[in-house]
């Protein structure tokens, strides 16, 4: 006895039919905002001739600046301590190894809101013995209301493409069939953050108060794409 075999579905048609045309379009949004933030990366130094000296003049260093930060309140968003690191230096010539000196360095991150009060910090932490300073590098919040602008420019883009196609044709859109983000599809790694603007200063000896500086935001750009997929009522050809 045969058994009957089970019909194989068939997939689903990816176009449109002559009662029902399909039409596909990408809507593209690209903003340019302020930012919200800025990132500033300080890297704290010492030497000592044996290992407990070079670790309290780090403590002592690295505190000195911490304390310089957090005078700066609520301008202040995040203050992160991250790699700590006490090496020793052997000499280089004479015979075993021994040791010729310790070098301690412990790196800080510090994320500003306010870019008036972040020159004057930037300055105030340079100009600190064996500190150096890097950044800023600006950026936005991930929950920037940027991105929500982007994304519903490019969904109106996507909506305005598609009735200007279905009105060459002499017809309207009946329905919306997809809305798809197009890093939903084919996820692509993010960015780097960029490097531009980058400053970067050390200072190690004590000099007189220099003014601060004149950092000028850099620029964000914002980008959102979308595929979107509608059927249109039939055009009379």
Known sequence: MTTPSTPTPHPAVPYGTPDAPRIAVRGEAHLEVDPEIARIGITIASRGKDRRTALDDL????????DLVKTYGDAVERLETGAFSLT???????RGERVHAHHGHVRITAELTDFTALGELTTRLADLELTRVDGPW???????PAHRRARRQAVHEAV????????ALGTTL???VELADIDAEAPRPHPAAPATRMRSMT?????????????EPQRQHVHAQVNARFTMAPPQL
């Open 59 to 66: 403590t002592r260093r690295n505190t000195t600046a911490l």
């Open 88 to 94: 020793p230096q052997l000499r280089e010539h004479g």
């Open 138 to 144: 600006w950026a936005l919040r991930p929950d920037s």
């Open 160 to 167: 305005q493409r598609a009735r200007e196609y279905a009105d």
């Open 174 to 176: 009946a329905a919306l």
């Open 203 to 215: 200072h190690t000896a004590t000099e007189d108060t220099v003014a601060a500086l004149d950092l």
